[in-house]
């Protein structure tokens, strides 16, 4: 058992073994003394009994206290006992929480871990459909830049326009002239103005060449190409596609990029006036399309005025029909009308024959008279 020295009772304890000892060697000096003085033998025997009560009391104090230093001894043993095994049990609930809060730990890292293969696999299909795209615009970069595929591009959007448009009668693809030029889109309108050649042209490295200029000689050069494309196209569909007495007196040259076209309308308008001039009328897609809605609405006007024939020999069937109608009608109605007559002598008779039968039922005989329009024997003694 170790002792607290520190503790003021433990101090008070040895102070009075302390105290103790003292009165004990003053016990001894005393009676040394004893012999030299005899008159102090007898105050100084009571001393000691005096300081016998004293020494019985400390020897008293110090069971007491040793009793209380194993009192204390035992509390502090069963605290001890006491918090161990709340710290026992503190621990096993840490511990058991700790391990809660790793599997929950462990299951949602494991969920996270899913949803990010989830989204990696969602990333890696974007990053082939990416590279599938890249692979497309890299294609359509080959059509575009070569002139023969570039055209069969254009070829395929006019197509796609025209066949939306107007009926699948009134269009021929690669349509041959006379003078031996084939044409992308002859579109049969009647005459006036007559079947209307429709070309697809793509002005397209003079184009990119204008958007990728850097310095102003560079936009310069660009402008003269554009230029001597466009009027290039203008004079070959103009040459071409334009005939006296077999085709219309223009032709309409199809610009598929809405890009291109805008770039001539606000930075190269003499182009389009030159267009004009030559009768050869620039459309892009949407502008194109305007166009031949307006065309389909001739094509229907002439086909109505073809049909105006059979229009009006169906008129003129109709309105036979319609006074055969009328004829049966006044027969139908004069009929009717003798109906009516009829009918409304079979009601006189029937008043009449009802206003007797209400004068025979009363007995009343006296006032019955023969009517001036009937044809009935007035009643008389009855036959036998």
């Known amino acids: 058992m170790t002792i607290d020295f520190e503790d003021p009772f433990v101090l008070a304890v040895i102070a009075g073994i302390a105290a103790f000892l003292l009165i004990f060697v003053m016990l001894i000096v005393v009676m040394r003394a004893a012999g030299r003085s005899a008159r102090l033998a007898e105050p100084l025997s009571h001393q000691m009994g005096m300081l016998g009560q004293r020494v019985q009391s400390i020897s008293d104090g110090q069971q007491q206290l040793a009793g209380g230093l194993n009192h204390v001894s035992e509390a502090q043993a069963a605290s001890q006992a006491n918090m161990l095994q709340l710290m026992e049990q503190r621990l096993s609930q840490v511990s058991g929480t700790m391990n809660e809060n790793l599997q ?28 599938k795209l890249s692979g497309d615009v890299l294609s359509l970069q080959d059509i575009l830049s070569n002139k023969q595929t570039r055209g069969a591009f254009g070829e395929i959007q006019l197509k796609d326009i025209v066949s939306k448009a107007l009926p699948a009668d009134s269009y021929t693809w690669q349509a041959t002239l006379s003078n031996g030029k084939r044409a992308d889109c002859l579109i049969h309108l009647p005459n006036p103005p007559g079947p209307i050649v429709v070309d697809s042209k793509f002005p397209l490295e003079a184009y990119e060449a204008l958007r990728n200029s850097e310095t102003q000689q560079q936009l310069n050069d660009a402008a003269r190409m554009m230029r001597a494309a466009v009027k290039a196209h203008i004079k070959a569909i103009s040459e071409k596609y334009i005939l006296d007495g077999e085709t219309a007196d223009g032709a309409l040259m199809f610009l598929p990029s809405e890009a291109v076209y805008a770039e001539l309308h606000a930075n190269f308008p003499e182009l389009v006036r030159e267009g004009f001039a030559a009768r050869v009328w620039i459309v892009s897609p949407t502008t194109c399309m305007a166009t031949l809605n307006t065309m389909r609405a001739i094509l229907k006007d002439a086909r109505m005025q073809e049909q105006a024939g059979a229009i009006r020999r169906e008129l003129g069937l109709l309105f036979a029909d319609v006074e055969r109608l009328g004829t049966r009608v006044e027969n139908l109605d004069r009929h009717f009308g003798q109906a009516a007559k009829d009918i409304s002598d079979i009601k006189i008779s029937a008043d009449k024959a009802g206003r007797r039968a209400r004068r025979l039922d009363n007995f009343d005989f006296e006032e019955l008279a023969p009517e001036s329009d009937s044809k009935i024997v007035p009643l008389s003694a009855p036959k036998v």
């Open 104 to 131: 929950g730990s462990a299951r949602r890292t494991a969920q996270s871990l899913g949803e990010l293969q989830q989204r990696l696999q969602a990333i890696d299909k974007a990053q082939d459909n990416i590279t």
